[in-house]
């Protein structure tokens, strides 16, 4: 494929580039050109995802539990229901997966080491600049996120390590939240049994702001000590993780469109996009199959259930714990799953924001800040 062919350029080969380069490539003949600034792919995090809605992903899972327990205040909710699971994909093996598929179509190209600086956004083409050459095409999808996060907005932020053991440790039943008594910020422990001796464990907080390594570290080593005593453990990996819970501002044009993190595909209160990649994807490619500007339906009653959820969070983070103890002791696993994959039917939406403190929900949702 020769560069001044191209229909589409995508920046960023991560999470939403790859997914939708090959939603693209598999439907149509397009010509995709896929720019991606690092020089190789690596296992550089864990994703994470439900089974259901199925995605191409699902039976290509490295982990899956179906077994689900949610820690509040020392008691234990434990979930088993027929049917849903949650799995966890190496981001390397997720490269791989797609790579391998792209790689052999014709009407596809990556291009690695290619950092890009700007794109402008002409009447009918786009010109994309990587410091070493212009590159045109007619539409370009773009992953890039342009600012820092803004201060004041609630982040979901992150350390977690794989951690191999002496001994045996794990029964695979999978801690979604071990919520801790933070009357600070909102914190949880996030802990993935891989086999009988290893765990991936994390420290999460929803706050406004992110801390230096070191003290997620500490909350690591002071939960390890707590719950692991005597057993002699090595670290094998780590990731840290900033995630937005509101809404990004971005200025996307008919032929330069943001897309994953960038592109709000997450979702805010929950910071998961791998779903939602999938689906927006597809939404994507129809569009372009019916010659129409691409475009994504607006969930927006998830939407603003998201954001009123993020507010009270953010206004109240010493309710966090009432908060996630209604939700999750009140629903079933279907339902919660439903609303965390935007499925849930209004019905199930009635019931989870009855669960809840509705009155401190009511007063979040009409308040302007
Ligand atoms: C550590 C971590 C763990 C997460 N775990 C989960 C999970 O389990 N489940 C889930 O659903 N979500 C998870 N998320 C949230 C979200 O799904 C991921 O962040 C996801 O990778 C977002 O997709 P993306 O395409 O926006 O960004 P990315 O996957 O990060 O892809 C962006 C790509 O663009 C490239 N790039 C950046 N700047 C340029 C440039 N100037 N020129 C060219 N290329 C550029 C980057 O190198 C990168 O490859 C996680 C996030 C983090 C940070």
């Excluded at 291009?111 to 402008?120: A, M, R, Y």
């Excluded at 990004?248 to 709000?264: E, Q, V, Y």
Aim: charged fraction near 30%; aromatic fraction near 14%; proline fraction near 2%.
């Amino acid at each position: 494929m020769i560069e001044q062919e191209i229909d589409i350029t995508i920046i960023g080969a991560g999470v939403s580039g790859l997914i939708l380069a090959n939603e693209i490539t598999e439907r149509t003949s397009k010509k995709v050109l896929l720019l991606e600034k690092k020089k190789k792919f690596k296992f550089d995090k864990n994703l994470c995802y439900w089974s259901v809605p199925r995605n191409s992903l699902t039976d290509y899972a490295d982990n899956r539990w179906s077994t689900i327990c949610v820690l509040i205040n020392k008691d234990r909710i434990v979930y088993q229901t027929k049917g849903i699971e949650y799995l966890r994909i190496k981001s390397s093996n997720f490269y791989n997966y797609f790579l391998k598929k792209l790689n052999k179509r014709k009407n596809f190209k990556l291009l690695l080491g290619h950092s890009i600086n700007s794109v402008k956004s002409l009447d009918d083409e786009v010109i994309i600049d990587t410091g070493r050459k212009e590159i045109k095409s007619k539409i370009c999808f773009d992953s890039r996120i342009e600012n820092n996060y803004s201060k004041n907005q609630l982040l979901q932020h992150f350390f977690g390590v794989e951690i191999i053991f002496k001994n045996k440790v794990s029964n695979n039943v999978l801690t979604l939240m071990d919520i801790q008594n933070n009357k600070k910020a909102f914190n949880f422990f996030y802990i993935l049994p891989m086999s009988k001796n290893k765990i991936f464990i994390e420290s999460t907080y929803f706050s406004k702001n992110f801390f230096k390594k070191e003290k997620y570290k500490n909350d690591l080593n002071k939960y390890l000590l707590k719950n692991y005593s005597g057993n002699e453990y090595k670290i094998k990996f780590d990731e840290f993780g900033v995630i937005p819970m509101y809404e990004l501002r971005n200025l996307d044009s008919k032929n330069h469109i943001k897309i994953g993190t960038a592109g709000n595909w997450v979702k805010q209160s929950t910071g998961y996009s791998l779903q939602n990649a999938f689906e927006n994807s597809k939404q994507i490619v129809d569009c372009i199959i019916e010659g129409k500007t691409p475009k994504i339906k607006k969930k927006y009653f998830f939407t603003f259930l998201d954001k009123t959820f993020c507010k009270f969070l953010i206004n109240n983070p010493e309710d966090g714990i009432l908060f996630f103890d209604n939700f999750f002791r009140k629903n079933k696993l279907k339902t919660i799953v439903n609303f965390l994959t935007n499925t849930a039917s209004l019905l199930e939406l009635a019931k989870i924001i009855i669960s809840l403190p509705k009155f401190k929900l009511i007063k979040t949702a009409i308040m302007r800040k």
